[in-house]
């Protein structure tokens, strides 16, 4: 559940960092795995059941049109591919 207040790129890059165990300066720059403005935009304007999936540090983020994060660790081969869909019930 999205944290009110809090951008979606500083929420995704906590929730990174807490799965690794590290603290957030040690991992990569947000903005070289995706565009934060482009990515919120993105979520602000997609019906609650679309989806953008990008890979970050190590995991498959996932975040719902309702501004839910998922997180899923990567394959060390996996990872290179950004992708996103948006569906309609």
Same mark, same amino acid.
């Given at each position: ?5 809090? !951008? @979606? #790129? ?7 960092? !807490? ?5 957030? !300066?040690? @991992?990569? /720059? ?17 019906? *609650? #059941? $679309?989806? /953008?999936?990008?890979?970050? !540090? $190590?995991?498959?983020?996932? /975040? ?9 660790? @990567? ?7 950004? #992708? #996103?869909? /948006?569906?309609? *019930?």
């Amino acid at each position: 559940m999205p944290r009110p207040g809090l !951008a @979606l #790129s500083t929420e995704i890059i906590e929730a990174v960092a !807490a799965k690794r165990g590290q603290d957030e !300066a040690g @991992l990569p /720059v947000f903005y070289e795995a995706i565009d934060p403005e482009a990515l919120q935009r993105a979520v602000e304007t997609m019906p *609650d #059941s $679309g989806t /953008v999936t990008f890979p970050y !540090a $190590g995991f498959e983020v996932t /975040v719902e049109g309702t501004g839910t994060v998922a997180l899923r660790k @990567l394959a060390e081969h996996q990872g290179t591919e950004v #992708s #996103s869909s /948006v569906s309609a *019930d």
